[in-house]
Structure formats: structure tokens, C-alpha cells
């Protein structure tokens, strides 16, 4: 069976084992080493990546299910000049050790797209999960990222 898709704006196909999660497809197939595993199971979303603009767990997403789908990944997220959800990172200097952070910022990303000017409360409906604790800074960088890109969309 081969499954046609996009990922990062490239037409691709694979034919390989159907049932195999996307996130091996990312790092093992198409080398693109920005999306992380944490748990395999959905819990942590450190493998979080934009599935037809929103965002989803691809260490539970099985190459099935991608037949027809846009996929993006952080390495796309910047490529045209950084996203204003990784320039607020930078300026509120939120990683620690990193690891979950590129899951997050896809997370904040998607958030964003969907309530651009998001209360606390949205924010804590991103459920990813970040064992250095880095979410008050979290929450500061998308409410930044918030305020950029109202500013952009003004000027
Ligand atoms: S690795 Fe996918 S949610 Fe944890
Ligand atoms: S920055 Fe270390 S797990 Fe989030």
C-alpha cells in the first residue's frame, strides 16, 4: 500500500510498514530529528507535530492515517524567518534542558491558530509535559507570541 502525503511542503510516498507511528517516520526515514520521543504512549507530547494545521501526537499516529495529509514539523515551522511563537521563546529564554520544547512550541503554535488571544486558562488546556518545569515561561511566551502577532497583523 503506498500512502501519499506532504511533509514540510514535499510530496512524498511511502510504502513501507502501514502501522508504523509517524514519529519513526520522521527521524529514522525523512532524518528530521526536531520532533522528540518521550513516552510513545500520547502523554508527554514531546513528539508534537501540525497534522492539516492542528496538532497531534505522532508517536500515536500510524502512517495510515496520514494518506492525503499536509504534515509539518518544527524544521518547517521557521524556515521562512522564525514563527513570532519562537522569537517570544528566544526573548523569554524559556528552554532548559530543551527536550520538550519543540513538542511545546508546535503546541503553542496550534493554540495560537485557534484562539490568538488565549487566556491562561487556554494555555493550560496544552497538556504537554515539560519535567524541567518550564511552564510559567511557557505561559509568558505565548502570551507574547500572542501580542506579536496581533501587533503584525495591525502594522
Ligand atoms: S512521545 Fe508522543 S506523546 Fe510522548
Ligand atoms: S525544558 Fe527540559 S523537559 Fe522541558
Given at each position: 500500500?503506498?500512502?501519499?502525503?506532504?511533509?514540510?511542503?514535499?510530496?512524498?510516498?511511502?510504502?513501507?510498514?502501514?502501522?508504523?507511528?509517524?514519529?519513526?517516520?520522521?527521524?529514522?526515514?525523512?532524518?528530521?530529528?526536531?520532533?522528540?520521543?518521550?513516552?510513545?504512549?500520547?502523554?508527554?507530547?514531546?513528539?508534537?507535530?501540525?497534522?492539516?494545521?492542528?496538532?497531534?501526537?505522532?508517536?500515536?499516529?500510524?502512517?495510515?492515517?496520514?494518506?492525503?495529509?499536509d504534515?509539518?514539523?518544527?524544521?518547517?515551522?521557521?524556515?521562512?524567518?522564525?514563527?513570532?511563537?519562537?522569537?517570544?521563546?528566544?526573548?523569554?529564554?524559556?528552554?532548559?534542558?530543551?527536550?520538550?520544547?519543540?513538542?511545546?512550541?508546535?503546541?503553542?503554535?496550534?493554540?495560537?491558530?485557534?484562539?490568538?488571544?488565549?487566556?491562561?486558562?487556554?494555555?493550560?488546556?496544552?497538556?504537554?509535559?515539560?519535567?524541567?518545569?518550564?511552564?510559567?515561561r511557557?505561559?509568558?511566551?505565548?502570551?507574547?507570541?500572542?501580542?506579536?502577532?496581533?501587533?503584525?497583523?495591525t502594522?
Amino acid at each position: 500500500m503506498t500512502i501519499r502525503f506532504r511533509l514540510n511542503g514535499a510530496e512524498l510516498q511511502f510504502d513501507g510498514a502501514t502501522d508504523m507511528p509517524l514519529l519513526w517516520y520522521l527521524r529514522d526515514y525523512a532524518g528530521l530529528t526536531g520532533t522528540k520521543f518521550g513516552c510513545g504512549i500520547a502523554a508527554c507530547g514531546a513528539c508534537t507535530v501540525h497534522v492539516d494545521g492542528g496538532a497531534l501526537r505522532s508517536c500515536v499516529l500510524p502512517m495510515q492515517a496520514l494518506a492525503g495529509k499536509d504534515i509539518r514539523t518544527i524544521e518547517d515551522l521557521g524556515a521562512n524567518g522564525l514563527h513570532a511563537v519562537q522569537r517570544a521563546w528566544i526573548q523569554e529564554d524559556v528552554p532548559q534542558c530543551g527536550y520538550c520544547q519543540s513538542g511545546q512550541i508546535m503546541a503553542a503554535a496550534d493554540l495560537l491558530t485557534r484562539i490568538p488571544q488565549p487566556t491562561d486558562s487556554d494555555i493550560a488546556t496544552i497538556t504537554n509535559i515539560c519535567r524541567c518545569g518550564t511552564y510559567p515561561r511557557i505561559r509568558k511566551a505565548i502570551h507574547r507570541a500572542a501580542a506579536i502577532l496581533k501587533e503584525e497583523s495591525t502594522a
